[in-house]
């Protein structure tokens, strides 16, 4: 199982909440990464953590002034979100984003709400794909016990596409029995973010939710 | 064959433009449609043409100032194109979009530029796709003859996800030379706009382009 | 006073309530507008009302599948909304569609939040702008009750920068006193939504709006 | 005058212009910034150069994945670009950004086509507005010599709304004499981005700009 803590914009100390995940991940001999802000990637990098972006652009070098360049972003990243129900992308932009990033070397997870568009987006060649629906993200309420029907319906639905598409399941996680539920319904990984990300100890929170593994 | 005929925002004469297709489709036994601006499907439509909308928005009644409803879309056309290269929507927001448009009764088209994105589009469910390579749109080179690979990979791509999904080429399309090309490539439609909508005579544009059927 | 209801996107009946906008209008001798999907502008027009879009493009004649072009909506409008708060466009885009729709004869109202963006979206030159606290729409409250500095602060924002712009408010507004209030704030139009477009009467709430006037 | 140097999605060595910026600036006693990718503030502000995001966005402190955050931002930088004809934002979202911006501690510098526009980028009170041509970006001909009436036209249209914010130019600018007619036409400032960015040697390319200060 692959943990992926996303920081969002939260107010919240990135460096140290990357340290922790670095240490749980060597403890536990469990893939966890941490997804700050663009601008705090060389801090969270430089913890040893693995460490995704939440974003890239759809371009390649050139005159993009205010763009996420995943050449840029690959510098200190190893992979990326894509998509995240908080930063939809045009069908042609994710195509052209999973392109980006995947010839700058990341990792690409992208994101979508249901089976079908999980099926879209595994149709556009990435790593990974990940169902969350928006109705679920931060209440605490596990998919994986509030719509288990959606995530083994991804799964399914990504695997008719393309069988080397892992699968993650997100919204509402945040304890190691969450883990192994989507585990349970066939997810090879979980995104979480307010469960680490606004824990009074987020070290604690992420031995929690790789204890089980 | 189906042959799809997108004015755009071409200043022309939306109402005699869709007599001659009504005509046309009449005399070959040939499916015509026209795409007319939202503000013309009346007139369009009152012509007895088969009416399609160019755009509908990504939502059911509410408080949406300025979108395109789908229900009063359907007062008018029959069915709708999506996600056209000049109009781009976000992956969510076209699954929304083909669902709107198919419970208020209107056919879908989405469009998309490779075989990788019709693939993903096929996915969302909607009645057809369409592939348009941007780079083609506009120019009169037939993507039949440009470039017949990315007709073909759309076909297949198509027909693994779901069989029962059309697909129709567009970019470049102007000759009834190049539906039949394109007919012999798979692709059971044709889009195209300024072959007709520019044309000095677009009766007799529409007659060539039906000619060959 | 001008009196401009927006149909959004909601379930009635727009030919009717277009019918009731005019007989008030005569009767009472207040300019009353009707802004419907733009599909159905045709069928509001008819009726002799006024006629407003709820949007236009930032374009003119040419390639672009979607947009709803500012000649087209002319056939049938007097006027356009521009930057409602569902359809916040880009400063350039603003820009660009205030001049389109000029050019094509519509009236102009630009919506926009606070007096701050009243003041940038007077520079464009439209021929009124109109505040409108998000937060209010569709509450009931009246933006004049709930927030009477923001209403006067706009018409002196708007004033400041150019004094032939009119100033309309919007936001909760369903009953004539609330266009009175309106009135004595400085603004000379009120725009509103359900309360006449959700009415069970929209004809006895329309003579409620202007039967102070 | 301030010479603000936007990298864009360049494949350029960001930490080697900026160190030449910085040795640049302090030699001849000029402001000169150089706003490079997101993720390269770090290194960009470890050179002791005044450093300039190209972008943040319209939020505060939250659940906006994939948003560039004015506070992780100002942890490096010491201002923004906003609006870039690259990245243009809706109004209300510039009002956003430049309010966020300023609460974090950034300069703001909102970018605009024409003097109308720069009016309205002046009424959302940012610290300076820059008036740049669209047509002319990456042209190597200088907006002062090509269309001398926008910059005269935007320092008195800033001027008009509030005569505290001060007004830069871009566009075509490449070498110092640029500069020196950028000011002579009532600027305090320049953005360039390929004169330096794109330059065989940067270094030379900078001190060329500032000579004539």
Known sequence: MFVLVNLKAYDCDAAAIARAAADVADDAGV?????????????????????????????????????????????????????????????????????????????????????RQIAAAAALGPDAVAVEPPELIGTGTPVSAADPDIVEGAVAAAGDVDPSVDVYCGAGISAGEDVLAARDLGASGVLLASGVAKADDP???????????
């Open 31 to 115: 893939r966890v990464a941490v997804a700050p802000q663009t601008a705090e990637l060389s801090v969270v990098a430089e913890t040893g953590v693995e460490t995704f972006a939440q974003h890239v652009s759809p371009v390649d070098h050139g005159s993009h002034t205010g763009s996420t360049l995943a050449a840029a972003v690959a510098e200190y990243a190893d992979g990326t979100l894509c998509n995240h129900s908080e930063r939809r992308l045009r069908l042609a932009d994710i195509d052209a984003a999973v392109d980006a990033a995947g010839s700058a070397g990341l990792e690409t997870v992208v994101c979508a709400n249901n089976p």
């Open 203 to 213: 070290r604690a929170a992420l031995e929690d939710l790789v204890s089980g593994l």
